[in-house]
């Protein structure tokens, strides 16, 4: 049985940080593409970063970029969501998800099989 356990949300103030963990279990993550996406209250899901399993490449959504940064542990099967100089604008449930493809797509959820539960991010003074 496949599992992503997130951990890590919470609440921060502006210009703060966050680091998100996402543990796999029942998959290695070392073979799949992944991505983390966010939902805010009455929006889609939107995609934020990914590393695709080919070459390691990573993208970013261009709100992010220079903010965020998604890297894998292939020794703890374990991905995380490094995010700093924290806005209003990221409050959003925030979900880990792979994709058995070499390549990462941030435009859409469609191929991406396994979900974690998502985590609350709230930033707010």
């Known amino acids: 049985q496949v599992q992503l356990v997130e951990s890590g949300g919470g609440l921060v103030q502006p210009g703060g940080s966050l680091r998100l963990s996402c543990a796999a279990s029942?998959?290695?993550?070392?073979?799949?593409?992944i991505g983390w996406f966010r939902q805010a209250p009455g929006k889609g899901r939107e995609g934020v970063t990914c590393?695709?399993?080919?070459?390691?490449?990573?993208y970013s959504a261009d709100s992010v970029k220079g903010r965020f940064t998604i890297s894998r542990d292939n020794a703890k099967n374990t991905m995380y969501l490094q995010m700093s100089s924290l806005k209003p604008e990221d409050t959003a449930v925030y979900y880990c998800?792979?994709?058995?493809?070499?390549?990462?797509?941030?435009?859409?959820?469609?191929?991406?099989?396994?979900w974690g539960q998502g985590t609350q991010v709230t930033v707010s003074s």
């Open positions: 998800a792979t994709r058995p493809t070499r390549g990462c797509d941030l435009t859409s959820t469609a191929g991406y099989d396994y």
């Open positions: 590393i695709s399993a080919s070459d390691g490449s990573t």
């Open positions: 029942g998959l290695t993550l070392r073979y799949y593409s």
